[in-house]
């Protein structure tokens, strides 16, 4: 078997073991749709690492996303989000923009305009920095307002941004620290202004923007 074609069976079962395991959270344990949808968030920015771990080629690597975007729009549009807890149609668009973001990512990587490490910085910021502050500013945020992007918390903002410079820190131990501090300031701004699920297309895109011109001068 191809290294293409293994990537693709771990690729697909990956993210249909991820929604399986959010229906069952969804009918026994009574989470609720945000709970659902941002589980499903966090986890799948971990394909990340098939998709540029494993992949080969382009076309190949292209297959998942493209796939996932006509299935996920199908999902949306046909009312079978219902089954997940999900039915406000302009949130849940997020689930189309998410693959297309990760679409964009990997045209990028492979035409050369950005690294590996970029697709993985920006993807990881999206899934786990919006997921974490969602939930946690749902949980503890006692400290609420209302910006461009909706309701807000300042312990969600605060989680967006703890976790993106967590990341970047990781990711780029040898930056000076105002590179991932400046990307993960613009990442939590996006995320704050972002409405109705276009997040998904700004933070990582324009991060990955930000990562390339940054890495170009440093």
Known sequence: ???????????????????????????????????????????????????????DSLPWALLGPSVFIVINAVFVYSGFSKYLGMGNRKRDNGLIYYPFSILVLII???????????????????????????????????????????????????????????????????????VPLSVAFLATVLENLTPLGFDNITVPLLSAVALGVLNGIY
Do not use: Q
């Open 108 to 178: 990028l990587l492979y035409e050369g305009v950005i690294d590996d490490r970029v697709v993985v910085a920006s993807t990881l910021m999206m899934g786990f920095g919006d997921g974490c502050a969602a939930l946690i500013g749902s949980r503890f945020g006692h400290h609420g307002y209302t910006s461009l992007g909706g309701k807000k918390s300042i312990e969600g903002t605060l989680t967006m941004f703890v976790v993106s410079i967590t990341i970047l820190l990781l990711i780029y131990p040898d930056r000076p620290w105002y």
């Open 1 to 55: 078997m191809s290294i293409n074609l293994l990537a693709t069976f771990y690729s697909f079962a990956y993210i249909l073991i991820i929604v399986g395991i959010a229906f069952l959270l969804y009918r026994y344990t009574g989470i609720g749709s945000e709970g659902v949808r941002k589980f499903i968030h966090i986890l799948v920015s971990g394909w990340v690492f098939i998709l540029v771990g494993m992949y």
